[in-house]
C-alpha cells in the first residue's frame, strides 16, 4: 500500500514538474525597455538586465519611435528607409519582437504612426503616400504572429474603426 501511495505520489510532482516547465518556457520574461542607442540600432532590455541590439535589416538606415508593449512581452519600433522622392528616409515599416520572435509588418507605403493594443496582443498601424495624403490605410496585426487581422481605407474625414483610437494620424 505504501509502496502503491509512493508511486501516486511520484506521478503527480511529475506531471506538476512538468506543467510547470511548458508553462515557464511559453511565457517570456519581461521585457524592460526598448531604446535607440548611440549606435542608431534598436536595442531591448530584458528584466534581468541583458541588452539586446538588433542590426540593421536590408535597405534599414535609422529606427524610430521605440515602443514597449503594457503587458511588457512586446517592443517595437519605426525602420527608415531612403527614399527616391525625399531628401531624407521615411518609416516604411514597424519591426516587432514579441515571445522571442521577429516581425516587419507593414504597407509598402509611409507610415505615420502605430501602437499597440489590448496590452500588446495586437497593434494598430496608419500609413500611406509621403505627400498629401488623400485618404487613411489602417491595419491591425496580431502582435504573436504579425497576422493581419483587419485593414480599413478611408477619407480622411471619415469615422475610423474603434481599434484605430491610439493613431494620431
Same mark, same amino acid.
Given at each position: 500500500m505504501w509502496h502503491a501511495f509512493m508511486k501516486g505520489c511520484l506521478a503527480w510532482v511529475a506531471a506538476l514538474s512538468a506543467a510547470t516547465l511548458l508553462?515557464?518556457?511559453?511565457?517570456?520574461?519581461?521585457?524592460?525597455?526598448?531604446?535607440?542607442?548611440?549606435?542608431?540600432?534598436?536595442?531591448?532590455?530584458?528584466?534581468?538586465?541583458?541588452?539586446t541590439a538588433f542590426p540593421k535589416e536590408q535597405g534599414q538606415v535609422a529606427v524610430d519611435s521605440p515602443q514597449l508593449s503594457s503587458d511588457r512581452q512586446s517592443a517595437g519600433w519605426l525602420l /527608415? /528607409?531612403?527614399?527616391?522622392?525625399?531628401?531624407?528616409?521615411?518609416?516604411?515599416?514597424?519591426?516587432?519582437?514579441?515571445?522571442?520572435?521577429?516581425?516587419? @509588418?507593414?504597407?509598402?507605403?509611409?507610415?505615420?504612426?502605430?501602437?499597440?493594443?489590448?496590452?500588446?496582443? /495586437?497593434?494598430? @498601424?496608419?500609413?500611406?503616400?509621403?505627400?498629401?495624403?488623400?485618404?487613411?490605410?489602417?491595419?491591425?496585426?496580431?502582435?504573436?504572429?504579425?497576422k493581419l487581422l483587419q485593414s480599413w481605407s478611408g477619407d480622411l474625414d471619415a469615422e475610423r474603426p474603434g481599434w484605430a483610437a491610439c493613431l494620431k494620424q
Open positions: 508553462f515557464s518556457q511559453s511565457q517570456q520574461a519581461p521585457l524592460a525597455k526598448v531604446y535607440v542607442g548611440s549606435d542608431g540600432l534598436a536595442h531591448i532590455v530584458d528584466a534581468a538586465g541583458k541588452d /527608415e /528607409e531612403d527614399n527616391c522622392c525625399t531628401s531624407y528616409p521615411i518609416p516604411t515599416g514597424v519591426f516587432i519582437y514579441s515571445h522571442g520572435k521577429k516581425w516587419r @509588418l507593414g504597407t509598402g507605403q509611409m507610415i505615420y504612426d502605430w501602437c499597440f493594443l489590448d496590452g500588446g496582443k /495586437e497593434l494598430a @498601424l496608419s500609413a500611406g503616400p509621403v505627400h498629401n495624403p488623400e485618404g487613411q490605410d489602417l491595419r491591425r496585426f496580431d502582435s504573436s504572429s504579425g
